[in-house]
DNA sequence: AACAAGAGAGACCGATTGGTCTACTTATAG
DNA sequence: CTATAAGTAGACCAATCGGTCTCTCTTGTT
C-alpha cells in the first residue's frame, strides 16, 4: 500500500470513528508511521486530506452499493436490495465499509458549512439518488421516477440514521417494508 | 435575559451553523460579550456548556413539536401533524428552531463516540419516538405501535437528513404520503 | 456607610493545532 | 555511476485551544 493511500485509509478510519475536526494530523501520523514531510509532500493541507477521503469514501460505497443492487436484478428488484445492503451494513456483515457508525458524508457535512466539503457532500448523496432513478425509469415515466427516487432517498436516509443515532438495528427492515408499499 | 441564558443561546447559535468543534470558547464569548471569568462561574467546563446546549435545544425542539401535534387533534392526526411542522421548518416557518440546517442531535452525536453528548441525543430520539407511540397505542395493539413509531421515526429522520444533506426541501411532503399509506 | 458577591477585562498558562524546514537515508531510473 | 525523487526524524513556528488568575468595577444587602 502507498504512502498516500495508507493515509487515506487511516484517516478515514479516525475520522469516522471520531469525527474530522477531532483528529489531528499528528495523531493520523502518529497511527501510520508516516513523516509529517511526507504527508504534506502528497496533501497541500489538512482540508485535501480530507478531501480525499471523502471521495475515497464515495468510491468504495457506490462500488458497494450498486454491485449489490446489481446482483439482485433490474428495475424494482435493484430498489430493494438497497434495503437489503442497508441491513447487512447495520449489522457489520461488510468489513469494506468498516464497523457501522453512521453515514460518514451526514457527519462531514454537519462539521463544515458553505465549505468544499459540503459540495462533496451533496455531489455524494445525488449520485445515489439518480442511481436509483436510473433503475425505476423504465417502470414509470421520467417525472414520476425522478419522485420515487427523492422518496426511496428519503427512506434509505432514515434507516441510517435511526440505526446509528437511535440505535434501531432493524430500521433497513422497516424502511423496506415502506418501499416495497411505495413501489407497489 | 441572563449570562447563562444568553450564553447558551449564543453557543447553540455557532454550534448549529458550525459545528461544536468548530467553535471555540473564545468565540463564544467574543458573540456574547462575556468575559471568560464568568462563563466559568457558570459552566464547569466547555463539555458542561455543551451538554447544557443540548438540554435547551431538546426543550425548545419537544416543546414544538409536541404544541404542533396536539394542535391537529389526537392519534394518527397529531403523528402526521409532524410531517406538516418539519415541512414549516424545512421552509424557515418557525423563528424558534433558526433557519434550518438540519438536526442539531444527528450533527452533535457525529462529533463524538462514547461521549455523554451521546447519551443526551440518544435519549432525545426516544423521547420522540416515544410520544409517537403514545399517540398510536389507543388505535392500534402496543406492540404494533412500538412498530409504527419506529417506523414514523425512519420517515422522519430520512426527511430532515434528505432536506438538509441533499437540499431537498420537500423531504417532508414525500414522507408524509408515506406515513399516510402506512398509518392507512 | 460597609461589605460581600457578581461580573468584566484581559494577562497568562501549558498543551495542541496545522504547517514549515533542515539534514540524512533510501531507492529507482537513465 | 549518478541524478532525481520519496521517504524519515524531528526540531521548530505562530496561532489557537480550553482553562486559571488577578485586579477592578459595580451592585445589592444590611
Redesign the pocket.
Known amino acids: 500500500m502507498?504512502?498516500?493511500d495508507l493515509l487515506i485509509h487511516t484517516a478515514f478510519k479516525l475520522f469516522y470513528e471520531q469525527g474530522i475536526?477531532a483528529?489531528?494530523?499528528?495523531?493520523i501520523l502518529n497511527e501510520t508511521?508516516?513523516?509529517?514531510?511526507?504527508?504534506?509532500?502528497?496533501f497541500?493541507?489538512?482540508?485535501a486530506?480530507v478531501e480525499a477521503v471523502l471521495k475515497y469514501r464515495d468510491h468504495i460505497f457506490m462500488d458497494w452499493l450498486t454491485s449489490r443492487m446489481l446482483a439482485a436484478g433490474e428495475g424494482k428488484a435493484a430498489v430493494l436490495a438497497i434495503f437489503d445492503a442497508l441491513d447487512d451494513w447495520f449489522h457489520n456483515q461488510v468489513p469494506e465499509l468498516l464497523p457501522f457508525k453512521g453515514c460518514f458524508f451526514v457527519k462531514a457535512n454537519g462539521e463544515f458549512s458553505n465549505h468544499a466539503v459540503n459540495a462533496l457532500c451533496l455531489r455524494h448523496k445525488h449520485n445515489i439518488t439518480s442511481f436509483i432513478q436510473a433503475n425505476l425509469v423504465n417502470s414509470t415515466s421520467a417525472l414520476h421516477a425522478a419522485e420515487l427516487a427523492q422518496s426511496i432517498s428519503v427512506l434509505k436516509e432514515g434507516a441510517i440514521a435511526q440505526a446509528y443515532v437511535a440505535g434501531d438495528l432493524e430500521a433497513a427492515k422497516r424502511a423496506k417494508a415502506m418501499a416495497v408499499a411505495l413501489l407497489g
Open positions: 502507498t504512502k498516500p475536526h483528529v489531528g494530523i499528528n495523531t508511521g508516516v513523516a509529517k514531510k511526507t504527508l504534506y509532500h502528497h497541500s493541507s489538512k482540508e486530506l
